[in-house]
Protein backbone atom coordinates (compact mmCIF):
# COMPACT_ATOMS: atom_id res chain seq x y z
CA UNK A 1 0.00 0.00 0.00
CA UNK A 2 0.91 3.04 -1.12
CA UNK A 3 0.13 6.19 1.37
CA UNK A 4 2.67 8.93 0.09
CA UNK A 5 2.33 9.67 -3.39
CA UNK A 6 -0.23 11.23 -5.07
CA UNK A 7 -2.63 9.06 -7.38
CA UNK A 8 -1.68 8.99 -10.72
CA UNK A 9 -3.19 11.24 -13.94
CA UNK A 10 -4.88 8.24 -14.92
CA UNK A 11 -6.24 7.53 -11.54
CA UNK A 12 -7.47 10.47 -10.70
CA UNK A 13 -9.34 10.60 -13.97
CA UNK A 14 -10.47 7.43 -12.63
CA UNK A 15 -11.98 8.76 -9.49
CA UNK A 16 -13.63 11.48 -11.38
CA UNK A 17 -14.96 9.32 -13.48
CA UNK A 18 -15.73 7.48 -10.01
CA UNK A 19 -17.30 10.44 -8.15
CA UNK A 20 -19.35 11.65 -11.15
CA UNK A 21 -20.49 7.87 -11.57
CA UNK A 22 -20.13 6.93 -14.92
CA UNK A 23 -18.73 4.15 -14.72
CA UNK A 24 -19.92 0.80 -16.19
CA UNK A 25 -20.19 -1.60 -12.74
CA UNK A 26 -16.95 -4.02 -13.72
CA UNK A 27 -15.25 -0.91 -13.55
CA UNK A 28 -16.96 0.20 -10.65
CA UNK A 29 -15.81 -2.85 -8.55
CA UNK A 30 -11.82 -2.44 -9.62
CA UNK A 31 -11.60 0.55 -8.76
CA UNK A 32 -13.56 -0.20 -5.31
CA UNK A 33 -11.45 -2.90 -4.27
CA UNK A 34 -8.20 -0.81 -5.04
CA UNK A 35 -10.15 1.72 -2.82
CA UNK A 36 -10.36 -0.74 0.15
CA UNK A 37 -6.69 -1.17 -0.41
CA UNK A 38 -5.29 1.91 -0.51
CA UNK A 39 -6.08 5.09 1.60
CA UNK A 40 -4.48 7.51 -1.02
CA UNK A 41 -6.84 6.78 -3.77
CA UNK A 42 -9.84 7.22 -0.61
CA UNK A 43 -8.41 10.71 0.14
CA UNK A 44 -8.40 11.75 -3.39
CA UNK A 45 -11.55 10.19 -4.21
CA UNK A 46 -12.91 12.35 -1.71
CA UNK A 47 -11.62 15.52 -3.03
CA UNK A 48 -13.62 14.94 -6.08
CA UNK A 49 -16.68 14.61 -3.93
CA UNK A 50 -16.13 17.82 -2.45
CA UNK A 51 -15.69 19.15 -5.57
CA UNK A 52 -18.81 17.95 -6.92
CA UNK A 53 -20.75 18.19 -3.94
CA UNK A 54 -21.88 22.08 -4.83
CA UNK A 55 -24.61 20.18 -7.09
CA UNK A 56 -26.00 18.00 -4.60
CA UNK A 57 -27.70 21.42 -3.51
CA UNK A 58 -29.81 21.36 -7.10
CA UNK A 59 -31.49 18.18 -6.06
CA UNK A 60 -35.36 19.43 -5.03
CA UNK A 61 -35.83 17.97 -1.35
CA UNK A 62 -38.84 15.99 -1.09
CA UNK A 63 -40.25 14.59 2.37
CA UNK A 64 -40.05 10.75 2.64
CA UNK A 65 -43.48 8.61 3.46
CA UNK A 66 -44.02 8.43 6.74
CA UNK A 67 -43.48 4.50 6.96
CA UNK A 68 -39.83 4.92 5.55
CA UNK A 69 -38.73 5.73 9.47
CA UNK A 70 -41.32 3.11 10.63
CA UNK A 71 -39.37 0.81 8.47
CA UNK A 72 -35.82 1.62 8.82
CA UNK A 73 -36.18 1.85 12.48
CA UNK A 74 -37.37 -1.74 12.85
CA UNK A 75 -34.59 -2.59 10.60
CA UNK A 76 -31.88 -1.02 12.98
CA UNK A 77 -33.83 -2.76 15.87
CA UNK A 78 -32.32 -5.57 13.89
CA UNK A 79 -29.11 -3.94 13.57
CA UNK A 80 -28.43 -3.32 17.09
CA UNK A 81 -29.55 -6.74 18.23
CA UNK A 82 -27.45 -8.64 16.03
CA UNK A 83 -24.79 -6.46 16.87
CA UNK A 84 -24.74 -6.73 20.35
CA UNK A 85 -24.95 -10.66 19.60
CA UNK A 86 -21.88 -10.75 17.41
CA UNK A 87 -20.23 -8.51 20.13
CA UNK A 88 -21.85 -9.17 23.51
CA UNK A 89 -21.17 -6.03 25.83
CA UNK A 90 -20.82 -5.88 29.66
CA UNK A 91 -24.18 -6.11 31.14
CA UNK A 92 -25.52 -2.68 31.24
CA UNK A 93 -28.01 -0.96 33.35
CA UNK A 94 -31.89 -0.21 32.83
CA UNK A 95 -31.62 2.74 31.59
CA UNK A 96 -29.27 1.44 28.62
CA UNK A 97 -31.49 -1.12 27.80
CA UNK A 98 -34.08 1.86 27.81
CA UNK A 99 -31.97 4.26 25.31
CA UNK A 100 -31.66 1.33 22.99
CA UNK A 101 -35.21 1.55 22.47
CA UNK A 102 -35.83 5.22 22.62
CA UNK A 103 -36.84 5.22 19.30
CA UNK A 104 -40.40 6.31 18.68
CA UNK A 105 -41.56 9.86 17.74
CA UNK A 106 -41.84 9.17 13.74
CA UNK A 107 -43.10 5.96 14.25
CA UNK A 108 -45.47 7.36 16.37
CA UNK A 109 -48.83 5.19 18.28
CA UNK A 110 -49.91 3.72 15.32
CA UNK A 111 -46.66 1.80 15.34
CA UNK A 112 -47.27 1.26 19.43
CA UNK A 113 -50.48 0.04 18.81
CA UNK A 114 -49.14 -2.68 16.35
CA UNK A 115 -46.36 -3.61 18.97
CA UNK A 116 -48.96 -3.80 21.70
CA UNK A 117 -51.34 -5.82 20.83
CA UNK A 118 -48.69 -8.34 19.85
CA UNK A 119 -47.36 -7.94 23.52
CA UNK A 120 -47.81 -10.90 25.63
CA UNK A 121 -49.35 -9.43 29.15
CA UNK A 122 -47.28 -10.73 32.26
CA UNK A 123 -49.86 -9.93 35.12
CA UNK A 124 -48.10 -8.90 38.70
CA UNK A 125 -47.46 -12.04 40.09
CA UNK A 126 -48.13 -9.93 43.69
CA UNK A 127 -51.70 -9.05 43.11
CA UNK A 128 -54.04 -9.26 45.82
CA UNK A 129 -55.61 -12.58 45.76
CA UNK A 130 -58.91 -11.41 46.61
CA UNK A 131 -58.73 -8.82 43.99
CA UNK A 132 -62.01 -8.24 42.25
CA UNK A 133 -62.19 -10.08 38.94
CA UNK A 134 -63.18 -6.35 37.51
CA UNK A 135 -59.85 -5.53 38.31
CA UNK A 136 -57.50 -3.64 34.94
CA UNK A 137 -53.56 -4.43 35.04
CA UNK A 138 -50.77 -4.37 32.29
CA UNK A 139 -46.88 -4.47 32.26
CA UNK A 140 -45.42 -1.23 30.55
CA UNK A 141 -42.80 -3.19 28.45
CA UNK A 142 -40.11 -1.48 26.60
CA UNK A 143 -39.66 -3.07 23.02
CA UNK A 144 -37.06 -5.44 24.33
CA UNK A 145 -39.04 -7.09 26.56
CA UNK A 146 -38.09 -5.32 29.79
CA UNK A 147 -40.75 -4.31 32.31
CA UNK A 148 -40.90 0.02 32.62
CA UNK A 149 -43.88 0.30 35.02
CA UNK A 150 -46.95 -2.32 36.12
CA UNK A 151 -50.20 0.02 35.88
CA UNK A 152 -53.52 -1.40 38.24
CA UNK A 153 -56.52 0.41 37.13
CA UNK A 154 -59.38 0.03 40.61
CA UNK A 155 -62.36 -2.21 39.93
CA UNK A 156 -64.36 1.25 40.04
CA UNK A 157 -62.51 2.80 37.19
CA UNK A 158 -62.02 5.51 39.11
CA UNK A 159 -58.25 6.09 39.72
CA UNK A 160 -55.13 3.75 38.74
CA UNK A 161 -51.72 3.11 40.96
CA UNK A 162 -48.59 3.16 38.47
CA UNK A 163 -45.12 1.47 39.91
CA UNK A 164 -41.56 1.57 38.21
CA UNK A 165 -40.13 -1.46 37.99
CA UNK A 166 -36.54 0.02 38.53
CA UNK A 167 -34.73 3.10 38.94
CA UNK A 168 -33.88 4.98 36.38
CA UNK A 169 -33.24 7.88 34.75
CA UNK A 170 -34.65 9.71 32.31
CA UNK A 171 -32.56 12.11 31.26
CA UNK A 172 -33.70 15.36 32.43
CA UNK A 173 -37.66 14.46 30.30
CA UNK A 174 -40.75 13.09 32.15
CA UNK A 175 -42.35 9.81 31.36
CA UNK A 176 -46.60 10.55 30.45
CA UNK A 177 -48.65 7.63 30.55
CA UNK A 178 -51.59 7.41 27.73
CA UNK A 179 -54.20 5.87 27.35
CA UNK A 180 -55.73 4.51 23.86
CA UNK A 181 -58.75 2.74 23.30
CA UNK A 182 -59.96 1.88 20.02
CA UNK A 183 -59.23 4.60 16.93
CA UNK A 184 -59.75 7.52 19.87
CA UNK A 185 -56.24 9.52 20.19
CA UNK A 186 -54.03 8.72 22.85
CA UNK A 187 -55.98 10.58 26.34
CA UNK A 188 -53.35 11.48 28.79
CA UNK A 189 -53.89 10.28 32.42
CA UNK A 190 -50.78 12.20 33.67
CA UNK A 191 -47.49 12.20 34.41
CA UNK A 192 -45.20 9.51 36.29
CA UNK A 193 -42.52 9.77 38.73
CA UNK A 194 -38.99 8.47 37.76
CA UNK A 195 -38.97 7.31 41.82
CA UNK A 196 -41.68 6.00 42.87
CA UNK A 197 -45.46 4.48 42.64
CA UNK A 198 -48.11 7.05 42.04
CA UNK A 199 -52.09 7.41 42.41
CA UNK A 200 -53.77 9.03 39.08
CA UNK A 201 -57.42 10.01 39.31
CA UNK A 202 -59.07 8.61 36.23
CA UNK A 203 -61.34 11.62 34.36
CA UNK A 204 -64.89 10.85 34.02
CA UNK A 205 -64.78 10.80 30.49
CA UNK A 206 -61.99 8.34 30.28
CA UNK A 207 -63.59 5.94 32.58
CA UNK A 208 -65.53 3.84 30.14
CA UNK A 209 -62.24 3.67 28.12
CA UNK A 210 -60.54 2.00 30.51
CA UNK A 211 -61.11 -1.41 29.33
CA UNK A 212 -60.00 -5.07 29.10
CA UNK A 213 -57.71 -4.42 25.42
CA UNK A 214 -56.87 -1.08 26.21
CA UNK A 215 -53.40 0.52 25.96
CA UNK A 216 -51.51 2.35 28.17
CA UNK A 217 -48.01 3.49 26.33
CA UNK A 218 -45.54 5.61 28.14
CA UNK A 219 -43.68 8.26 26.50
CA UNK A 220 -40.64 10.73 27.21
CA UNK A 221 -42.35 14.24 27.22
CA UNK A 222 -40.87 18.25 28.63
CA UNK A 223 -40.42 18.54 32.06
CA UNK A 224 -44.12 19.65 33.11
CA UNK A 225 -45.73 17.02 30.37
CA UNK A 226 -46.55 16.92 26.70
CA UNK A 227 -47.21 20.26 25.41
CA UNK A 228 -49.73 19.47 22.78
CA UNK A 229 -51.87 17.43 24.41
CA UNK A 230 -50.27 14.58 22.84
CA UNK A 231 -47.22 12.42 22.67
CA UNK A 232 -44.58 14.29 21.35
CA UNK A 233 -41.53 12.36 22.35
CA UNK A 234 -40.66 8.63 21.69
CA UNK A 235 -42.99 6.12 23.17
CA UNK A 236 -40.74 3.78 24.74
CA UNK A 237 -43.22 1.04 26.66
CA UNK A 238 -46.53 -0.36 26.23
CA UNK A 239 -48.84 -2.55 27.17
CA UNK A 240 -52.47 -3.90 27.06
CA UNK A 241 -54.99 -4.07 29.87
CA UNK A 242 -55.81 -6.99 31.06
CA UNK A 243 -58.25 -8.66 33.88
CA UNK A 244 -56.73 -10.10 37.00
CA UNK B 1 -36.32 20.75 4.80
CA UNK B 2 -37.66 23.52 2.92
CA UNK B 3 -36.55 24.63 -1.04
CA UNK B 4 -33.20 25.71 -1.87
CA UNK B 5 -30.49 25.50 0.97
CA UNK B 6 -26.96 27.13 1.17
CA UNK B 7 -26.50 25.11 4.14
CA UNK B 8 -23.32 23.19 3.10
CA UNK B 9 -22.25 25.34 5.71
CA UNK B 10 -24.07 23.18 8.49
CA UNK B 11 -25.79 26.17 10.41
CA UNK B 12 -27.95 22.79 11.59
CA UNK B 13 -25.87 21.24 13.62
CA UNK B 14 -25.83 18.42 11.26
CA UNK B 15 -21.91 17.65 11.65
CA UNK B 16 -22.72 17.16 15.55
CA UNK B 17 -25.66 14.99 14.81
CA UNK B 18 -23.29 12.72 12.96
CA UNK B 19 -20.79 12.53 15.22
CA UNK B 20 -23.06 11.55 17.71
CA UNK B 21 -24.77 9.17 15.79
CA UNK B 22 -21.17 7.87 15.31
CA UNK B 23 -21.18 6.91 19.38
CA UNK B 24 -24.66 5.22 18.38
CA UNK B 25 -26.83 7.84 20.00
CA UNK B 26 -29.95 6.70 18.75
CA UNK B 27 -31.83 10.17 19.38
CA UNK B 28 -29.19 11.90 17.76
CA UNK B 29 -30.00 9.94 14.83
CA UNK B 30 -33.61 10.44 14.50
CA UNK B 31 -32.91 14.21 14.82
CA UNK B 32 -30.74 13.46 12.46
CA UNK B 33 -33.47 12.08 9.86
CA UNK B 34 -35.21 14.49 10.86
CA UNK B 35 -33.01 17.26 9.36
CA UNK B 36 -31.81 15.67 6.33
CA UNK B 37 -34.02 12.89 5.31
CA UNK B 38 -36.00 15.31 2.48
CA UNK B 39 -32.64 16.08 0.87
CA UNK B 40 -31.74 12.78 0.88
CA UNK B 41 -34.99 11.40 -0.27
CA UNK B 42 -34.70 14.33 -3.28
CA UNK B 43 -31.35 12.54 -4.38
CA UNK B 44 -33.13 9.26 -4.51
CA UNK B 45 -36.31 10.18 -6.16
CA UNK B 46 -34.35 12.30 -8.81
CA UNK B 47 -31.41 9.10 -9.29
CA UNK B 48 -34.05 6.53 -9.23
CA UNK B 49 -37.25 6.87 -11.35
CA UNK B 50 -39.43 4.84 -9.05
CA UNK B 51 -40.52 5.72 -5.57
CA UNK B 52 -40.48 2.56 -4.46
CA UNK B 53 -37.01 2.03 -5.55
CA UNK B 54 -36.33 5.45 -4.00
CA UNK B 55 -38.10 4.47 -0.59
CA UNK B 56 -35.39 1.52 -0.29
CA UNK B 57 -32.60 3.30 -1.26
CA UNK B 58 -33.51 5.90 1.55
CA UNK B 59 -33.75 3.19 3.87
CA UNK B 60 -30.74 1.34 2.86
CA UNK B 61 -28.93 5.24 3.07
CA UNK B 62 -29.62 5.38 6.73
CA UNK B 63 -28.79 2.16 7.75
CA UNK B 64 -25.41 3.23 6.06
CA UNK B 65 -24.90 6.27 7.97
CA UNK B 66 -25.97 4.63 11.04
CA UNK B 67 -23.66 1.95 10.63
CA UNK B 68 -20.54 4.20 9.22
CA UNK B 69 -20.95 7.27 10.88
CA UNK B 70 -18.06 7.06 13.28
CA UNK B 71 -16.08 7.53 9.92
CA UNK B 72 -17.00 10.49 9.35
CA UNK B 73 -14.39 13.16 9.98
CA UNK B 74 -15.43 16.38 10.38
CA UNK B 75 -11.76 18.03 8.86
CA UNK B 76 -11.72 16.04 6.18
CA UNK B 77 -15.33 16.97 4.60
CA UNK B 78 -18.16 18.82 5.18
CA UNK B 79 -21.46 16.57 6.91
CA UNK B 80 -23.69 17.21 3.98
CA UNK B 81 -21.59 16.36 1.49
CA UNK B 82 -20.27 13.24 2.94
CA UNK B 83 -24.73 12.48 3.46
CA UNK B 84 -25.40 13.34 0.02
CA UNK B 85 -22.25 11.04 -1.33
CA UNK B 86 -23.61 7.91 0.54
CA UNK B 87 -27.12 8.75 -0.99
CA UNK B 88 -25.70 9.11 -4.70
CA UNK B 89 -23.78 6.18 -4.33
CA UNK B 90 -26.15 3.78 -2.86
CA UNK B 91 -28.25 4.69 -5.85
CA UNK B 92 -25.55 4.10 -8.21
CA UNK B 93 -25.12 0.92 -6.64
CA UNK B 94 -28.89 0.32 -7.20
CA UNK B 95 -28.72 1.69 -10.68
CA UNK B 96 -25.51 -0.82 -12.05
CA UNK B 97 -26.51 -4.08 -10.08
CA UNK B 98 -30.78 -4.00 -9.67
CA UNK B 99 -33.40 -4.34 -11.70
CA UNK B 100 -34.38 -0.75 -11.20
CA UNK B 101 -35.57 1.48 -13.84
CA UNK B 102 -33.06 4.10 -14.86
CA UNK B 103 -33.38 7.49 -17.06
CA UNK B 104 -34.02 6.76 -21.07
CA UNK B 105 -35.59 9.82 -21.90
CA UNK B 106 -33.39 11.53 -25.04
CA UNK B 107 -31.51 14.79 -23.58
CA UNK B 108 -31.49 17.64 -25.82
CA UNK B 109 -28.30 18.86 -25.50
CA UNK B 110 -28.97 21.97 -28.15
CA UNK B 111 -31.77 22.91 -25.52
CA UNK B 112 -29.74 23.60 -22.54
CA UNK B 113 -29.41 27.39 -21.69
CA UNK B 114 -26.14 29.29 -21.53
CA UNK B 115 -24.81 29.63 -17.97
CA UNK B 116 -25.08 32.85 -16.59
CA UNK B 117 -21.22 34.12 -16.24
CA UNK B 118 -20.49 34.94 -12.67
CA UNK B 119 -18.20 37.75 -11.13
CA UNK B 120 -15.20 36.12 -10.20
CA UNK B 121 -15.48 38.36 -7.15
CA UNK B 122 -18.18 37.24 -5.86
CA UNK B 123 -17.01 33.21 -5.82
CA UNK B 124 -17.50 33.11 -2.27
CA UNK B 125 -19.44 30.10 -1.90
CA UNK B 126 -18.14 26.44 -3.52
CA UNK B 127 -21.28 26.30 -5.01
CA UNK B 128 -20.48 29.58 -7.34
CA UNK B 129 -16.89 28.54 -7.57
CA UNK B 130 -17.94 25.24 -9.42
CA UNK B 131 -20.72 26.96 -11.55
CA UNK B 132 -17.78 29.31 -12.28
CA UNK B 133 -15.80 26.34 -13.80
CA UNK B 134 -19.31 24.49 -15.27
CA UNK B 135 -20.15 27.69 -17.05
CA UNK B 136 -16.07 27.71 -18.72
CA UNK B 137 -16.68 24.52 -19.87
CA UNK B 138 -18.35 23.44 -23.91
CA UNK B 139 -22.25 23.57 -23.29
CA UNK B 140 -21.89 19.81 -24.29
CA UNK B 141 -19.73 18.75 -21.60
CA UNK B 142 -21.16 20.97 -19.00
CA UNK B 143 -24.74 18.96 -19.48
CA UNK B 144 -24.00 15.50 -20.18
CA UNK B 145 -21.54 16.08 -16.44
CA UNK B 146 -24.96 17.60 -14.74
CA UNK B 147 -26.92 15.00 -15.98
CA UNK B 148 -24.83 12.20 -14.95
CA UNK B 149 -24.89 13.57 -11.82
CA UNK B 150 -28.42 14.08 -11.23
CA UNK B 151 -29.65 10.98 -13.41
CA UNK B 152 -26.54 8.46 -12.41
CA UNK B 153 -25.89 7.86 -16.09
CA UNK B 154 -22.86 5.37 -17.37
CA UNK B 155 -20.72 6.46 -20.18
CA UNK B 156 -23.02 4.30 -22.12
CA UNK B 157 -26.56 5.69 -21.07
CA UNK B 158 -25.33 9.37 -21.85
CA UNK B 159 -24.40 8.05 -25.53
CA UNK B 160 -27.45 6.61 -25.70
CA UNK B 161 -29.52 9.37 -24.53
CA UNK B 162 -27.58 11.76 -26.51
CA UNK B 163 -26.96 9.98 -29.70
CA UNK B 164 -23.79 10.76 -29.31
CA UNK B 165 -21.08 7.81 -30.07
CA UNK B 166 -19.54 6.09 -26.92
CA UNK B 167 -15.78 7.56 -27.56
CA UNK B 168 -17.33 11.38 -28.39
CA UNK B 169 -19.08 11.02 -24.80
CA UNK B 170 -16.08 9.53 -22.62
CA UNK B 171 -13.75 12.39 -24.04
CA UNK B 172 -16.16 15.19 -23.66
CA UNK B 173 -16.78 14.04 -20.37
CA UNK B 174 -13.09 13.60 -19.59
CA UNK B 175 -12.09 16.63 -20.60
CA UNK B 176 -15.03 18.44 -19.05
CA UNK B 177 -13.75 16.92 -15.54
CA UNK B 178 -10.06 17.14 -15.98
CA UNK B 179 -11.00 21.34 -16.91
CA UNK B 180 -12.73 21.39 -13.52
CA UNK B 181 -10.04 19.79 -11.73
CA UNK B 182 -7.58 22.54 -13.21
CA UNK B 183 -10.08 25.45 -12.84
CA UNK B 184 -10.83 23.87 -8.75
CA UNK B 185 -7.34 23.71 -7.87
CA UNK B 186 -5.66 26.67 -9.26
Known amino acids: MNTTELPSEEDDLLLAEYALG ?3 QPEREALQARLDAQLQLRLRLEQWHEHLAPMLQDFPAHTPPEYVWARLRQSLGQDITARRHAAPEPTTGFWD ?11 GLAAALVMAVMLVVTSPVDGPVDAPASMLSTSLQLENGEIFYTATVDADRRSLVVIPAADFQLDGRQAELWLIAGDNPPQSLGLLPADGAVRLPIPDDLRALANA ?15 TGLPTGPVVAQGVLADI | MTGQMDDLQDPQGIGALLLATGKQDQQAFEQLY ?3 SARLFGICKRMLVQSSDAEDALQEVFLTVWRKASQYDAERGKPLTWLGTIARTRCIDRLRTGAVERHTDPVDLDALAEPEKLDPVEFASDQQRLDNCLSNLQNQQRSVIRTAF ?10 ARTGVPLGTMKSWIRRGLMSLKACLEQ
Open chain 1, 22 to 24: VLE
Open chain 1, 97 to 107: SLQVWRWGTFG
Open chain 1, 213 to 227: NSVFAVSLEPQGGSP
Open chain 2, 34 to 36: RLT
Open chain 2, 150 to 159: FDGCTYQDLA
